[in-house]
């Protein structure tokens, strides 16, 4: 049997096949969206170009124009999926990649915390924004939107990499795939 190789006991089909993911591999993507998220939330994302005056703005910048205008639950809204949830992700991630047996609840916090992290959305929402204003002004992207952009795909191979199972393997201590589990 190969390891890496999950089986099915009754037919012999390959269930799962993992790759081998290594800790130093996630967190160095890990580390990447970190320095990528501090860059994303400094610059501008945008900078519109109109009859002469120029206007650009951060991340925060948004959130608070958006909060200002009298959308305080379309502010928390961006806030908590763009800026607080994915910082947290981020953060958590390295954290407990840091750790030789990461605390569970850390790992539970991680899982629970994935699906309100939409940076995709966001990033997609900004770029139909951007063609919706093309005709109106014109638009340079910052140096904010290509990392978010970057971080969007980074996180992307993050969990394409099963950073999570790997850091459950640590903590559980499971047995390779193809081991007969003791009944």
């Known amino acids: 049997m190969q390891p890496g190789l999950g089986v099915c006991p009754r037919c012999g089909a390959v269930l799962v096949r993992r790759h081998g993911t290594r800790s130093n591999d996630i967190l160095s993507l890990a580390l990447t969206c ?8 400094i610059y501008p994302i945008v900078t519109l ?18 909060w200002l205008s009298g959308m305080p639950f379309v502010s928390l809204l ?14 958590l991630l390295i954290a407990a990649l840091l750790k030789s047996a990461p605390d569970p609840r850390v790992l539970h916090l991680l ?3 994935r699906p309100w992290a939409m940076l995709d959305v966001f990033v997609l929402g900004v770029l139909v924004s951007i063609r919706k204003l093309a005709d109106m002004a014109d638009i340079i992207p910052g140096p904010a939107l290509w990392a978010f952009v970057m971080i969007m795909l980074l996180t992307t ?11 459950w393997a640590r903590v559980v201590r499971l047995p390779p795939f193809g081991t007969p589990h003791a009944r």
Do not use: C, K, W
């Open 111 to 113: 899982e629970h915390l």
């Open 34 to 41: 970190a320095v990528l998220f501090l860059i994303a939330n």
């Open 78 to 91: 961006v806030l908590a999926t763009s800026f607080l949830i994915p910082g947290a992700e981020i953060g």
């Open 49 to 66: 170009e109109s009859q002469g005056q120029r206007v650009s703005s951060t991340l925060l910048g948004a959130i608070q124009l958006l």
């Open 157 to 167: 191979l993050m969990r394409d990499n099963s950073s999570l199972q790997t850091l």
